[in-house]
């Protein structure tokens, strides 16, 4: 062993000194994206690009059966198409990237690099939809948009994000609520079981609704800052857009009728949440369903007799059972860079396999969630590690739920509002009016998050946490990415 | 059955009195497409989008398989940094669309939407690469580009259209050779054996190779025009942008050496192939491995005793074995009008299943590549019909491929050769000279397409057949998309 192996020198700032520095240590040193040389976009490297296709997948799968079928839209709109309706306008002209010139010849019109998607897909339903037998239509497309943000973060706020963006077309103002609700549903699944992000779902406020909608549902989730971070939307438009773009269909009795419709969308935010969420002082930690790598075998003291081959072996079985493993033969890097590599990049679950083990009949395993050793016997490893897995992945659920549910606080005067969203959310009683909201943004940065579905169960009082008057409606408030 | 059930109203032009026109006439009818209101783009609809979605899945396992990583890189490019490798830019300036404005703000420098993306990769690749060790890199994206058309068709040539594009970066030349040609053999094999495509692979003459490329390798089909379609490509850059791009790494030795690079790609192109090479007078032919719908079971006289519940049963016994099956059970159009329509979408396998079918234990089977009818025993249809998936799909390409090689003509002069070009491909003796592929140009509007790899094999004279200089090459000449 006479070669001069690479150290490990990578320096993560703690957390609890600076969580943004500590966030944008993690995301750089463990290879998930890079700065682009292009104002706030960012490179999805492999790493942080394998998350994402395996969100959608978990998402795609859901989509499909559920209906939705998957299409693909332009990515430039027309200036004239985007602003036939007017809040949606408002809300997105300010941050539209335009197209101006192509090739040589400069266009009459400018065209939107699309922001979103609902004008184009509204201006080919009027085009598609005739009579009631061709609804509902359920459509989906993964793409990138683009928004032309002044401050941005890697996966938070970026210029150009990938996303998927579900528009649908119904009958009846009772199917598009139910749509609306069950894509919502889809979402909270997802990021729940499978990203292990206990969420708050509910309504949006009229203040914070999506520009056109007459309705919208979030899913928030609550980073170890204790900010609040919008990590997917579903809204029901009612017949806003299918006023505006003339979607008309003839229902069962013959006579004219506009279309509701739907819009929802998760996007490459949910990277952010996850990393937010989970990662420690170590670097990430992945919940094992959407881990790239679940699994990496180190053989220790590899130039002992067996110690290769009993790697070889297990690397097989275990990927033949349908695991993502690894396996590090690196020999131009020590054992504990290898151990402080794998930690960073947040893998679930390390297997040493070294000359003393194998004298055992054992692996020795190391669980990034709770970062404690333990062996485990050689035979069979394949069954005992799907158990391992999803202790693993529950473990990381139960850590994200109890810290949230002890950072949401109930809060019946704006000075416990305001010490509440300092740490977490503030689960308050509120009037209903924006006043109120703009009130508590101008003194605490917080903002409205959602009011939970079921308004009887969290209700606590009648009076308005800000102006006094009368409660209408319980609803979460916190700081936001 | 007093109801009025919807007639069967679709027009095809007969390929041979209009073969642009029964092109146009089968993308819109069957849905796999339709125009956007947005100059030279298209809409991928549910059905075209879903053969897309089956040739990513091929493709992606395969790039995979052999070691590479998917990544996702910014759509907008800074104009300085398109500017670095001259022959690259005079290649795609021309067609660039170019974003000037974000939000209310005026650019100071312009940015590209993506033509394609070796630029920005090799930003990033200066900036990742430090030695040997960090070699090879191979990347891969699948996204949109966009390129500023003239004359647009759905498919084969639109402003913006969908892709992969391989980006790899080595150490060696020869490793970087071996990768651009793997990667041509990855999509042959998805052409032929998954497309049901035969294609010619071969080298690109100097005039036609891509713009920066050293070597630019093609796969070639031909479609039932005789014209070609470049149908993937896969380029060996040397050091081409490496040195325009600072991409230097320390080798083994400890010098300082700029990296070998390639790129490849293939793009919704394929599905304009596989309608152009497979399509008839009733409209497509879908080859088996990626139709969106394999077998559609069709109820006949559905109101009849056991008829309904057969089709279910037989709809969730091939489900359930794998198969993409549809039960078409509307009853708002007529048998006559689904068979019309599911022989339009080109669909594999019918399945009827009426009365009479089922008294004698049968389903009648339609054969959509050869339109004739048989049938099967209902019994362990789902084992048969694996079979029969197989011998559609090796009865399409054995079609296509006949068609090919009988339009494939060895030519000796330049007569012959346009006499060839007005029906299929000329294999031609050629010089090398760009002024013989010029003239040929001028004189028949066909091109150079590619030079099979086994040139002595196909090797017939020593002259070329445009200047009758000695023949250095055997080429393909063709009239192209």
Redesign the interface.
Known sequence: MADRKQEFVTHITPRNEDFSQWYTDVITQTGLC?Y????G??????YG??I??RIQAEMDRRFKETGH??????????ES?LLKEAEHVEGF?????????????KLQE??A?RPTSET?FC??FS??VQTW?DLPMK?NQW??V?R?EKATRPFLRT??F?WQEGHTLHATPEEAQEETLQMLEIYRDVAESVLALPVYVGQKSEKEKFAGARATYSMEAMMQDGKALQAGTSHNFGTNFSEAYDIQFQNREGKLEHAYETSWGVSTRLIGAIIMTHGDERGLRLPPRIAPVQAVILPIASHKPGVTEACGKLFRELTEAGYRVKLDDRD?VSAGFKFNDWELKGVPVRLEVGPRDLENGVVTVFRRDLCEKTTLPLENLASRLGELLQEIQDELYRQARAFRDERTVEVHDMEELGKAVETGFARAMWCGEQACEDAIKERFNASSRNMPFDQERYRFGDRCVCCGKEARHVMYFAKAY
């Open positions: 890079d682009a040389p292009v104002r976009c960012m490179i999805f490297r492999p690009y394998a994402w296709e079928e998957n299409v693909y839209f332009p990515m430039l709109i027309p198409l002209a300010p941050e539209v990237a335009w197209v101006t010139q192509g090739g040589s010849e400018r065209l690099v184009i201006a080919m085009k598609w037998r459509y793409c990138s683009m032309w210029s150009e990938l131009t």
